[in-house]
């Protein structure tokens, strides 16, 4: 997301307040967005925007998530404990994709499990629904995801540090000012 030609952070921070598109020399990527975002536009290229990379993207990840999730009761644990660390990564990780995307595309189809065969009629579900249901996981998450896991795994802090945006994002600020002082 953060490194190479045209890193598809780009496209975020030219689609809010923070840049906008300085290309002079060539069509830019967000020279006219009205153009760019169209559906049959080009939606993950170096030359136009990378929004379809970012929809794929989440999208994978969530699958990715409801694949543990989905199977968790076939799976073989010491304890309950560890199934619950296991099942509680699983939900920060399918939470932090779609707590992205809800602020990337507003409503967004919510998928809860993993489909074995094609589906077609993917609807919408509301944005405050779906955060609602994210900050219930996310309490799941942080309270049994462990803080003293190997690097680049989900950690309590950072199950924490998500569960709190969403908070704030539901406008619970003392919920989320109570996980912050537990965090720090």
């Known amino acids: 997301e953060y490194f190479g ?6 496209t975020e921070i030219m689609q809010s307040e923070v840049a906008v598109e300085g290309t002079t ?3 830019g990527p967000q020279m006219n967005m009205d ?7 080009n939606l993950n290229s170096n030359n136009t925007t990378k929004v379809g990379w970012y929809w794929k993207e989440g999208y994978n990840g969530i699958k990715y998530a409801n694949t543990v999730i989905s199977g968790i009761d076939n799976a073989e644990f010491k304890n ?22 809800t602020h990337q595309f507003g409503d967004v189809p919510f998928l809860d499990k993993l489909y ?8 919408t579900h509301d944005r ?44 619970d600020f003392d919920r989320a000012l109570q996980i912050g002082k537990e965090i720090v």
Not at 5 to 10: I, K, Q, T
Not at 80 to 101: D, S
Request: glycine share 4%; charged share 30%.
């Open 116 to 123: 074995s065969e094609p589906k077609l009629d993917f609807y």
């Open 128 to 171: 405050w629904s779906i955060l609602e249901r994210l900050k219930k996981e996310l309490e799941f998450a942080y309270q049994w995801v462990p803080d003293n896991v190997d690097r680049g795994r989900a950690s309590k802090s950072a199950c924490g540090v998500l569960l709190m945006k969403v908070c704030m994002a539901l406008t």
């Open 5 to 10: 030609d045209a890193a598809p952070v780009l």
């Open 25 to 27: 020399d060539k069509a």
């Open 35 to 41: 153009i760019a975002l169209l559906p049959d536009a």
């Open 80 to 101: 309950e404990t560890e199934k619950n660390e296991v099942l509680g990564a699983a939900y920060f990780h399918r939470a932090y994709r779609y707590f992205k995307l």
